[in-house]
């Protein structure tokens, strides 16, 4: 014999329940079968909510008919599908059941509270009721089936609601109708699961009792290792156990076989694909359980069983099987002078908590033995707390002992496998995993067999920490969310350029890049489910959404991507002064924007260590020299120890084209035209020659060197002489420009005399700042760049007397948008090992 359990999935409508009933008969030509059967999906929650609501004092009569209604249009449509399968005399035994259900709840309301009893009573309907119309169905086609009453056969101690069941009795009582033994030869015996009889109560009678929510599963190998079966096949939704949730982690893999160990401790770490106490009975005699979707039935599923297994795919090469997550824990914790060095302390601290029906999750001690930690269900954790400080209340008193503390809302995530033990580094993995993504770990535990490790952390990350070590472990692709603010030139063509690469990312690298929001200065774009590069354009202009960080911060906050990316490009202040906000809320940021890296000193630290606190990055390559790799040198030189001795540079691409003209004779009305006139300047051409935005540049430098300067502290020699005058318009400007011709032919005439160019640049020396004119010999490296070009010369102590220089275009939005693309990618290589 074989047992098969349906959940409430597989018996979710009248197909469904067909479905599973053609799997039942293809398994009964083979073999005599024992099935177990869940309610019919929503049920069982339905009645939950019933119970809830008629203690507030609801009314009972919507629930009923609600319940009423899903079972007969699942009838009403079998009758109309399947010849030989009448809807009258299944109801017949599904209204008794509702007229009880309704008497039960109005009792309920008038009461205002609900006896255990009533509420196993209640929440067994949903079986009660999805069993018999299993049970038809197999009648009518042709099967020889017979219906068994679970509750005569499952007898349970413990909790009435969660009991542990006598598998002495219930042996005994499945004794008949095992194999051989059964006279009647039943090919199917049909169970409803879920519901036992619990003789737990003083008076020993047997009442209703339940295995715990999802707890069908339990009752399929109970009856299955009652009944001595072979295997037994769980039947639901998905394709198998997978490495992790798949409704969080959309990648996760189906692992082909697994140990009982580990499906037991996964499950009993929160992995909803199995009720925690389902294997147990099964190990114990070596029966099989598997794993399988009744929507696919030729799939192969997952076998759980006696491993060592082979190992066969990329997820059994793995020493990590699952990833798991327990939401709504609590971490309490006993500390104090008085726990030192005292034998007995922790014996009574599990006492008091085993006192009072609690079970403990996880434990964790610090060496110094100060504290005791330990988790429990969030719903337990007042009464174990009132337990403990009753056991300790003198020494509490003495004040040898703290009051104990509780931390609510936690999650416990775990990884596990049996191949940890003899696989080095797994535990530094997953914690890195969880650093990367910023996510700070309460305690840690790892069982003795070494099969699996857990983190309790703050509840809202549970779901984050599942993804982040699954990126770790899974190698599955990496993803990229980005937020881009600006859409004009860096910005635009940096879609573009994303539009292109796309695909080849995901292909070549499996980096999956995804574009949340697109925003303009009015008006943004935002999609969670990511922007259709291609037409970005009109998605963008038909958008009526306003712009706001404040949509952005939800988002995230709500969604929790595993790798959003701010993308500012543009030269706005108030985005800028955001930066704090964005990284605390889990963001990455990348920029071309100087406004922040020129802000103040202070708001410059706080940045930084807001990107430190979160493990988030915040790179601006392109913040000086475009597409150059300035920066990202920079930083790697003066963190090996390098110091920069001098700094000088060219750092502006109209001025490069300006002053090099100016060593052709060209005026230098006409060589600023020129430059206007070819785009290397801003549309007022006043912006550049002023020497701000060559400040800012130098500014980012010298603080990248450790100058901790502001940038009023930068000296900015004028270009122009003093009397000229540079107000009004743009064209009263360029229109008046011809005036200052004469001065500069002469500055020039002056300086070929003695070999010399004129550029404009910046210098860093002796721990000061300057922005202006440079006069520069022919063995400068500065001399020959022009034409727009531009160049960085450092000076340091390792290079030295020839120093450090890049040379190359520094501006465009070609290459910029490129630059912030390059940035965008450093995001995912961070700290992973990819
Ligand atoms: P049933 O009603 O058949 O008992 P459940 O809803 O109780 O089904 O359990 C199946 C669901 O468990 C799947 O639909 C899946 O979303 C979820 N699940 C959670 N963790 C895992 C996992 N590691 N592998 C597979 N499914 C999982
Ligand atoms: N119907 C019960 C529940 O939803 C038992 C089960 O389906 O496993 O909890
Ligand atoms: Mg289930």
Redesign the pocket.
């Known amino acids: 014999m074989i047992t098969l359990k349906f959940?409430?999935?597989?018996m979710a409508s009248a197909s469904r329940i067909m479905n599973s009933s053609d799997i039942i008969i293809g398994r009964a030509k083979k073999t005599r079968v024992s099935v177990i059967v869940?309610a019919v999906a929503g049920i069982s929650n339905s009645l939950q909510e019933s119970i809830d609501s008629c203690i507030k004092g609801d009314l009972s009569e919507k629930f009923v008919t609600h319940v009423r209604s899903v079972h007969e249009s699942i009838c009403s449509e079998l009758e109309s599908e399947l010849p030989g399968f009448d809807a009258a005399p299944v109801m017949q035994k599904i209204d008794p059941l509702l007229a009880e259900y309704k008497k039960l709840l109005q009792g309920i309301t008038v009461f205002g509270e609900c006896p255990e009893t009533v509420h196993c009573r209640i929440m067994g309907m949903g079986e009660l009721m999805s069993s018999p119309v299993m049970e038809a169905v197999l009648r009518a086609k042709k099967q020889s089936v017979v219906l068994l009453d679970s509750r005569k056969f499952i007898i349970t101690n413990g909790d009435q609601k969660e009991g542990d069941p006598d598998y002495v009795s219930t042996g005994n009582l499945l004794q008949p109708y095992r194999d051989g033994e059964d006279k009647s030869q039943t090919q199917i015996l049909l169970f409803p699961g879920f519901i036992c009889s619990w003789i737990g109560g003083t008076g020993k009678e047997p009442v209703p009792g339940l295995l715990g929510r999802?707890g069908s599963?339990f009752s399929a190998s109970i009856i299955g290792s009652s009944l001595g079966v072979e295997k037994v096949e769980f039947w639901?939704?998905?394709d198998g156990?997978?490495t992790?949730?798949?409704?969080i982690v959309k990648d996760a893999l189906v692992v082909d076989d697994m140990s009982y160990e580990e499906a037991m401790e996964l499950s009993f770490f929160g992995?909803?694909?199995l009720h925690p106490k389902t294997l147990a009975p099964l190990a114990a005699k070596n029966i099989e359980a598997w794993s399988l979707n009744s929507l696919k039935p030729s799939v192969r599923g997952t076998r759980i069983g006696r491993g060592p297994f082979e190992k066969s795919g990329a997820v059994e090469k793995n020493a990590v099987r699952?990833i798991s997550c327990l939401k709504n824990a609590s971490m309490i914790s006993v500390s104090g002078t008085g726990m030192k060095g005292r034998a007995g302390m922790a014996s009574r601290v599990f006492a008091a908590v085993s006192r009072v029906g609690v079970s403990i999750l996880l434990i964790t001690q610090s060496s110094s033995e100060y504290t005791i930690s330990f988790c429990v269900h969030s719903a337990q954790a007042n009464e174990a707390c009132d337990s403990l400080a009753k056991e300790f209340e003198l020494e509490i008193q003495e004040g040898i002992i703290d009051p104990v503390e509780i931390q609510k809302d936690c999650a416990i995530v775990s990884v596990v496998g049996d191949g940890m033990i003899e696989k080095r580094g797994t535990a530094g993995k997953f914690f890195d995993s969880l650093a990367t993504y910023g996510i700070n770990i309460i305690a840690i535990a790892q069982g003795s067999s070494e099969r699996c490790i857990s983190c309790v952390i703050k509840g809202d990350s549970g779901d984050l920490a599942v993804r982040a070590a699954h990126v770790f472990f899974f190698h599955s692709s990496q993803s990229i969310q980005l937020f881009v603010f600006g859409a004009g030139g860096i910005g635009g063509v940096l879609l573009d350029q994303i539009c292109a690469q796309q695909k080849k990312l995901l292909a070549d690298q499996n980096i999956e890049i995804k574009v949340m929001v697109i925003a303009r200065s009015k008006f943004m774009a935002m999609d969670p489910y990511g922007i259709k590069l291609k037409t970005w354009k009109e998605t963008l202009a038909a958008s009526e959404k306003k712009t706001g960080i404040e949509d952005v911060l939800k988002f995230v906050n709500e969604t929790k991507p595993l790798n959003p990316v701010f993308v500012d490009c543009t030269a706005s202040y108030e985005i800028a002064e955001r930066y704090v906000d964005l990284l605390n809320m889990g963001m990455h940021i990348v920029t071309p924007n100087k406004r922040a890296n020129s802000m103040s000193m202070d708001y410059y630290r706080s940045i930084r260590s807001a990107a430190n606190t979160m493990h988030r990055r915040f790179l601006y390559e392109t913040n000086v020299g475009a597409g150059l790799p300035i920066i990202d040198n920079l930083q790697n030189l003066f963190k090996s120890g390098d110091r920069l001795t001098e700094f000088k540079g060219i750092m502006s691409g109209s001025l490069s084209y300006i002053f090099g003209r100016l060593d052709e004779d060209v005026p230098f009305s006409r060589a600023v035209i020129e430059a206007k006139e070819k785009k290397f300047t801003e549309p007022d051409p006043r912006d550049d020659l002023s020497g701000m935005d060559v400040a800012r540049k130098a500014l980012i430098i010298a603080r990248e060197a450790g100058l901790e300067i502001e940038l009023p502290d930068i000296v900015i020699n004028r270009v122009f002489p003093e009397n000229f005058n540079t107000e009004g318009s743009v064209d009263e400007f360029l229109h008046r420009l011809p005036e200052i011709d004469s001065y500069f032919t002469k500055k020039m005439s002056n300086l070929k005399k003695q070999g010399k160019v004129l550029r404009m640049g910046a210098s860093i020396t002796g721990g000061k700042c300057f922005v202006g004119m440079l006069e520069v010999t022919a063995d400068d490296p500065l001399y020959g760049v022009k034409g727009g070009e531009n160049a960085f010369v450092f000076h340091t102590e390792r290079y030295n007397p020839i120093p450090l220089t890049v040379r190359g275009y520094g501006a465009g939005a070609a290459v910029t948008a490129a630059g912030v693309f390059g940035d965008i990618l450093r995001t995912v290589n961070f700290n992973s090992e990819f």
């Open positions: 959940g409430g999935t597989s869940s999802n599963d639901t939704d998905v156990i997978y992790a949730d798949p409704r992995s909803k694909i699952g």
